[in-house]
């Protein structure tokens, strides 16, 4: 089966950097995708690897590393607006051959003045 | 274009009532699914739909039934409500499961079963 693993809870101050590492064990992997979600609304999303290395949007940079299984949404100049859950995804394919989508616990962050 | 909406965003059953949570895209996406969110617990995906006249489980498909007879709709049945399913429930669409990209969410249904 799939599984995810990332941190509960992140805290990072204003201004600063903050990296949410993410792990995944799959088979017939895809890619791996971020989801910002604000307390009380919807997931919205960020960015999408398939492919290794760095993609960079604006502040936010998602990295992935198939051979480890490994990726990282990097936040750059850390904002109040923020402060808010992040969640990896894997798109892998299942045994019937459809694909699917299976989310993490997501990683809470706080960003404090 | 209104994107993914849902009805009722907040709905109160009672113990063995069923209801259905409605979902409509109109970006003429293939790929629909339905996710539920509890704390400490993520989004864990119901159901799901590659398009019309095809579904599939997802990770915790017991208590729901799903159907697509259009690309636009993605209803949810929950057959016999119980208080295990007292949630937020997103449903989300994507162009095609190939592109692997980006799901549209909506903006939620907050179920709570007494």
């Known amino acids: 089966g799939q599984s995810l693993e990332q941190p509960s809870e992140v805290t990072a101050v204003e201004g600063a950097i903050v990296q949410i590492n993410c792990t995944y064990q799959?088979?017939?992997?895809?890619?791996l995708s971020w989801y910002q979600q604000h307390d009380g609304g919807a997931p919205t999303f960020l960015s999408y690897n398939a492919l290794d290395g760095l993609e960079e949007t604006g502040r936010f940079s998602s990295f992935l590393s198939r051979s480890d299984s490994y990726g990282y949404l990097l936040l750059q100049e850390l904002q109040m607006k923020d402060s808010a859950s992040y969640f990896c995804a894997v798109r892998d394919r299942r045994s019937g051959g459809y694909q699917k989508v299976t989310f993490g616990i997501g990683t809470k962050l706080q960003v404090i003045p | 274009n209104a994107g993914v909406t849902q009805t009722p965003k907040f709905q109160v059953l009672k113990t063995g009532q069923s209801m259905t949570l409605q979902c409509a895209q109109d970006?003429?996406?293939?790929?629909m699914s339905w996710y539920r969110q509890d704390p400490g617990m993520g989004l864990r995906l119901i159901h799901y739909s590659v398009g019309a006249g095809i579904t599939d489980q997802g990770e915790v498909p017991n208590g729901y039934n799903v159907s697509r007879s259009t690309t636009e709709d993605f209803p949810l049945r929950l057959l016999s409500a119980a208080p295990s399913q007292t949630s937020v429930y997103f449903c989300?669409?994507?162009?095609?499961?190939?592109?692997?990209?980006?799901?549209?969410f909506g903006p939620g249904t907050r179920l709570t079963v007494t």
């Open positions: 799959t088979s017939g992997f895809y890619g």
């Open positions: 970006m003429n996406h293939e790929y």
């Open positions: 989300a669409s994507s162009y095609s499961p190939g592109q692997g990209v980006e799901q549209y």
